[in-house]
């Protein structure tokens, strides 16, 4: 989950390493949409917290911070932490800006100081929209209860007046899901450094060699790479056997007959791409190449029916028509890319009842990782019998295309590595 990682440098703003900071124009890009938003609802003010996941923060200010939005008028931006102070003074995307701990602190009172704000600035007695209070269709879609602090909500109610106090997750969501050139920019950045730690674990694996080893030179590949958090989702295991999926360091060898399923996520300035990625060490058993097959004819498939007018029904129907239907069911898995938490969320074990009528839009970006359910399997996702290969995609007025360039392979490891 994407927390405070990432965003919160010695000035509160790092910049990305290797990318270009996000320009003045998207951020009056987002800003115009969200009012517009706003204006829909009869929202007069957007409040967004950074406490436990920092997504719509970033959004609105492209930093970690309170953001108190208006309709009409200057947002400010509330810091917290031990920097805050001299953060406060340099320049960012919110002209208005205040420190919430005078000296510095790691324990910010983000609702106390917020509300005291909202006070003096006379920002009472308006529609208020707080996000996070629940999850939505397009953002926050793995917190359906949301993520926003109950203490922090209930001092900014008292201040605003609970009756005003609405939810601003939907606003947030419709808002983030078309995304801006500069984004989906970003997002392929975010790719990049995904492919680099398949690369590095290509290089690395072999036979005999510890899973911790080439975890390990797959998070510096990401760090060389220039990323600003890390992340690696690690399944190891024997075709058919039960699997755990480790995001933390791994135990025991490679050995012949281990398939990994992996899954690369870095952020970059809190943008998070995906690429998906599987290996086998030794000679994949024919089951395995069957199903890797069955699944790279899926995800042509999907990706020629993902139009702009089309809705999600027609891409599963397309993967229908190329897979079959029989000797198990092709999954189509997809879902939302971009600052974290991003939907829609179109995966095994969810209500799929309204996901066929959903209209694709242009400029949204989604993960797509066809996944084959086998007969076989114990449950309708089952790790036992994965070699999902998946890459990020963006809808363009003229169809999806990949932001990756990585080979569609299933990464084998064979003897001759062996040392």
Not at 148 to 154: D, K
Not at 281 to 296: D, H, L, Q, W, Y
Not at 344 to 357: I, K, R, S, W
């Amino acid at each position: 989950m994407q927390g405070l990682r990432g965003v919160q440098g010695a000035l509160g703003v790092p910049p990305p390493i290797h990318e270009p900071m996000f320009s003045l124009a998207e951020r009056d890009r987002r800003w115009a949409r969200l009012r517009e938003l706003m204006g829909d609802a009869d929202v007069e003010l957007l409040i967004v917290l950074p406490e436990s996941i920092t997504s719509d923060s970033l959004y609105i200010a492209d930093t970690a911070g309170v953001t108190i939005f208006p309709r009409e008028g200057d947002p400010v931006l509330i810091l917290g932490g031990p920097q805050s102070d001299f953060a406060a003074e340099q320049p960012q995307w919110v002209e208005d800006r205040v420190s919430a701990t005078k000296g510095g602190s790691s324990a910010v009172e983000y609702g106390r100081v917020t509300a005291e704000l909202l006070r003096a600035r006379g920002l009472v007695g308006r529609r208020t929209a707080v996000s996070g209070l629940s999850g939505d269709a397009l953002s926050s879609v793995r917190q359906p209860d949301g993520y926003a602090l109950h203490t922090t909500v209930r001092r900014i109610a008292e201040a605003v007046g609970p009756e005003h106090v609405v939810d601003g997750t939907p606003l947030l969501g419709l808002a983030r899901y078309v995304k801006g050139d500069e984004e989906v920019t970003r997002l392929a950045a975010s790719v990049r450094v995904g492919e680099a730690a398949a690369a590095a674990m290509a290089e690395t694996a072999r036979v005999g060699m510890s899973q911790a080893e080439v975890f390990g030179q797959m998070l510096l590949a990401q760090v060389r790479a220039g990323a600003d958090a890390l992340q690696v989702a690690w399944v190891p295991g024997a075709w058919g056997a039960t699997r755990h999926r480790y995001v933390t360091t791994p135990p025991g060898l490679l050995t012949p007959g281990t398939h990994v399923s992996t899954e690369l996520m870095p952020e970059i300035r809190g943008y998070q791409a995906q690429v998906a990625q599987p290996m086998v060490i030794g000679k994949p058993t024919a089951r395995a190449a069957e199903v890797f097959a069955r699944n790279a004819v899926a995800f042509d498939a999907a990706l020629a029916a993902f139009r702009p007018g089309a809705r999600w029904g027609d891409v599963i129907a397309a993967v229908d028509a190329a897979v079959g239907t029989t000797d198990g069911r092709m999954f189509p898995l997809m879902h939302g890319r971009g600052l974290g938490n991003d939907g829609p969320l179109f995966v095994p074990g969810l209500d799929e009842t309204h996901v066929p009528e959903q209209p694709i839009l242009p400029n949204t970006t989604f993960v797509l990782k066809p996944f084959l359910q086998l007969p076989e399997a114990p449950s309708a996702f089952a790790y036992q019998y994965d070699v999902t290969w998946g890459d990020t995609i963006v809808v363009t007025h003229d169809g999806a295309r990949r932001l990756g360039t990585r080979e569609r392979e299933l990464t084998v490891i064979d003897d001759e590595k062996e040392r």
